[in-house]
């Protein structure tokens, strides 16, 4: 069980294979199922395909501490999949890793949310939901970053959200969007496959 201190993270892998690669990035995903079930803090999985650009995949996890994380990424079974992607399967890829720092309808109220005067990280905002908001729904709340829909059936889909609006008006802005569920991310690391300066350092 997570220590009640420290905030779950929330980690948002996207990645476009190369031309005919795609069976390779699921067959190595297929490989490590055993090996991340062995790993303590892994909350919560799902992965979906992009409902408007083509051969692009998201993994959405969520973490207990940002420690089993931190575990996770210096597997050796996970670094040599890594490897093999970098080098052979990716076209691009991109990660965003940060604190979750609110989530809905757990958190009604804006009680919960960071102070906007002091917050200097870049937010994101995760909607899950069956059927995604329309325009008039989404006003003033956010720019759309990704729409993306689950591969397992039954699932709900992700929407993926820079948010504009005043944190305070966040609670009741999303619940009229008529989404399953929200959470509000605080991106610490966004780096990709060309992009390195805030990828972690290699141990």
């Known amino acids: 069980m997570a220590n009640q201190t420290e905030q779950h993270f929330g980690l948002f892998f996207e990645v476009r294979p190369k031309a005919g690669r795609r069976q390779d990035y699921f067959d190595h995903v297929d490989r490590l199922k055993p090996v991340l079930a062995q790993h303590d803090g892994l909350l919560w999985l799902q992965r979906y395909a992009s409902a408007d650009q083509e051969d692009l995949i998201l993994s959405h996890q969520l973490w207990a501490s940002e420690k089993a994380l931190a575990g996770w990424r210096c597997d050796n079974d996970h670094r040599q999949s890594q490897q093999a992607g970098i080098t052979a399967i990716f076209a691009d890829y991109r990660i965003r890793v940060g604190p979750r720092l609110w989530r809905w309808p757990t958190d ?96």
């Open 108 to 203: 009604t109220t804006a009680n919960n949310l960071p102070d906007q005067a002091i917050t200097t990280t870049p937010l994101m905002l995760a909607l899950y939901c069956h059927n995604a908001p329309d325009a008039d729904q989404l006003a003033g709340l956010g720019a759309v970053t990704g729409h993306y829909t689950a591969f397992a059936t039954g699932e709900a889909d992700i929407v993926l959200l820079n948010p504009i609006a005043p944190l305070e008006a966040l609670p009741a802005m999303v619940a009229k969007t008529g989404v399953v569920k929200a959470s509000l991310f605080g991106v610490s690391r966004d780096y990709g496959l060309f992009a390195r300066a805030t990828a972690p350092q290699a141990r």
